[in-house]
């Protein structure tokens, strides 16, 4: 049996369908592939599946390779299905010269009145073969009648004669690197369809004749896909061709249970985006959820096994990249682990970086030159920084900045606060000279307050954050006052009556 992780020339693929966006389990499916690739040196390649013309649109496949791009998955080839009519046509002639394909004169109207008789019966649907014997005067007449119709006879693959031709092989057996042996009945796969009556061939069919043709190694998707599987060896069994490694990966769940889906709104890539979470945190927590990734490390001269979950860069993510240690069980979507992970990849971004964020994704430059030339460059980038290691979104952040402008408003105005402790607080802030103005002394004026009022520390803190903000939490509001400076920091409390 072929090598599960045969490392020398690997090739992978992301072959999504262009009949809707790219939504977050496609991403998932993505970034493994590439760092599967990146990790064995090897090649990611994007292939489009457009053979569902009807539903496919080339808007769908310019916004998927956009989002790749955002994200940072850079291909190394590019195919599109509907440009490979020839190659299907090739590997389709020899299939016939070998005798194990063969017209199907069945309508999609009869196999659809089969199906549903086989579903009040509580059987899966099995091809019965009706077609595969018929004599050639049937064929001659039929043929004349879909002529007619101006549709044409299906092509399915005779499957006694792929067995008969391969040794009667009793299964079709295939090593999962994640599942691991998977075997399959062929008997109860049946003649399918390689090509329709629309003369267009089928995904099966044209998505392992690519796999093949363009030496894809390894094929790492989603389990959806494992009942494909098994037609595709056959497929490949009847060109006398090795299949490549499978590797089925589990989709992604929402916390109802349901698979996530295009339809989903906590599956769009755009949601994300519109929420200013980092596309390096997105794929570290794609990486990590239905993973698992672990580090070796010496302790007092002992070797300890820990489980990792942030890491610095995407090369560190596929170094560590095991495709065996990828779990089979289904993976639940977590946006609050997700937001955990962005927290901790915004920390570490440079500032210069976030402002490029600020600026380019969330058009907020008036905003940013507002409050460089209230503050100066300085104190400008010191707020930024601030910001940046106390949210955990860059929506959260551009939302924050708003708090240091003068004419800063409160999401409501009916903030409810002590007004005689805001007063006393407001006495001894104004005692504080304007050179003078730092966090120490901040510390010393509401100590002064709790005395002269008898309430506590956290009725201080809570009350000046409040005033200051609007909000009853947030991040170190003496850092935010300090920032702000004396003179705006006691218009803003002189402002709450």
């Given at each position: 049996?072929?090598?599960?992780?045969?490392?020398?020339?690997?090739?992978?693929?992301?072959?999504?369908?262009?009949?809707?966006?790219?939504?977050?389990?496609?991403?998932?499916?993505?970034?493994?592939?590439?760092?599967?690739?990146?990790?064995?040196?090897?090649?990611?390649?994007?292939?489009?599946?457009?053979?569902?013309?009807?539903?496919?649109?080339?808007?769908?496949?310019?916004?998927?390779?956009?989002?790749?791009?955002?994200?940072?998955?850079?291909?190394d080839g590019f195919y599109r299905q509907s440009e490979r009519t020839k190659v299907y046509e090739k590997y389709l002639e020899v299939l016939k010269e070998k005798d194990l394909i063969y017209e199907c004169f069945c309508t999609e109207k009869e196999i659809?009145?089969?199906?549903?008789?086989?579903?009040?019966?509580?059987?899966?649907?099995i091809y019965n073969g009706?077609?595969?014997?018929?004599?050639?005067?049937?064929?001659?007449k039929l043929s004349g009648q879909f002529k007619?119709?101006?549709?044409?006879?299906?092509?399915?693959?005779?499957?006694?004669?792929?067995?008969?031709?391969?040794?009667?092989?009793k299964a079709v057996e295939f090593e999962d690197a994640v599942h691991g042996l998977l075997s399959f009945n062929p008997k109860l796969i049946g003649d399918f369809i390689l090509k329709t009556e629309h003369n267009r061939f089928t995904y099966n069919f044209a998505s392992i004749i690519d796999d093949y043709d363009i030496g894809i190694t390894h094929v790492i998707r989603g389990e959806d896909h494992i009942?494909?599987?098994?037609?595709?060896?056959?497929?490949?069994?009847?060109?006398?061709?090795?299949?490549?490694?499978?590797?089925?990966?589990?989709?992604?769940?929402?916390?109802?249970?349901?698979?996530?889906?295009?339809?989903?709104?906590?599956?769009n890539i755009e949601y994300y985006k519109k929420e200013g979470y980092l596309p390096e945190a997105i794929l570290n927590y794609l990486a990590v959820t239905g993973n698992t990734f672990t580090v070796r490390q010496f302790e007092n001269g002992k070797e300890k096994i820990s489980e990792k979950e942030i890491f610095s860069d995407i090369l560190e993510i596929a170094e560590l990249f095991?495709?065996?240690?990828?779990?089979?069980?289904?993976?639940?979507?977590?946006?609050?682990?997700?937001?955990?992970?962005?927290?901790?990849?915004?920390?570490?971004?440079?500032t210069e970086r976030l402002i490029k964020i600020l600026i380019e994704k969330?058009?907020?430059?008036?905003?940013?030159?507002?409050?460089?030339?209230?503050?100066?460059?300085?104190?400008?980038?010191?707020?930024?920084?601030?910001?940046?290691?106390?949210?955990?979104?860059?929506?959260?952040?551009?939302?924050?900045?708003?708090?240091?402008?003068?004419?800063?408003?409160t999401e409501t105005q009916e903030i409810k606060y002590d007004i005689k402790l805001k007063e006393t607080l407001l006495d001894n802030l104004q005692k504080i000279k304007s050179d003078k103005f730092d966090e120490n002394a901040i510390k010393n004026a509401v100590k002064e307050s709790v005395s002269e009022s008898g309430k506590t520390l956290k009725d201080c803190y809570e009350t000046l954050r409040l005033c200051i903000t609007g909000r009853p939490d947030g991040p170190s509001i003496l850092k935010i006052i300090k920032f702000m400076g004396r003179e705006r920091t006691l218009k803003r409390l002189y402002g709450r009556q």
């Open positions: 049996m072929k090598e599960n992780l045969k490392a020398d020339g690997v090739r992978v693929r992301f072959a999504p369908s262009p009949t809707g966006n790219l939504h977050i389990g496609g991403v998932r499916t993505a970034f493994f592939n590439y760092i599967f690739a990146l990790k064995y040196g090897g090649e990611f390649i994007l292939r489009i599946d457009d053979t569902d013309r009807a539903r496919s649109k080339k808007e769908y496949e310019t916004e998927i390779i956009k989002d790749l791009n955002w994200f940072g998955i850079k291909y659809l009145m089969s199906k549903e008789i086989a579903v009040k019966s509580k059987k899966p649907y009706r077609c595969a014997n018929l004599s050639s005067y049937e064929k001659e007619e119709r101006g549709i044409y006879p299906s092509i399915r693959l005779n499957i006694a004669k792929v067995l008969k031709a391969g040794g009667n092989f009942s494909n599987t098994p037609k595709q060896i056959l497929i490949l069994n009847a060109l006398d061709k090795i299949p490549p490694v499978f590797a089925h990966i589990s989709l992604l769940y929402g916390k109802d249970g349901k698979i996530m889906s295009k339809r989903d709104a906590a599956a095991d495709i065996k240690k990828v779990r089979g069980s289904s993976a639940i979507f977590s946006e609050e682990k997700l937001k955990h992970i962005n927290e901790k990849w915004l920390q570490s971004i440079k969330f058009n907020s430059e008036e905003t940013l030159k507002k409050l460089q030339e209230s503050y100066g460059e300085t104190v400008f980038v010191e707020i930024i920084d601030f910001l940046k290691n106390e949210f955990k979104t860059v929506k959260e952040i551009l939302a924050a900045i708003k708090i240091f402008f003068e004419d800063f408003k």
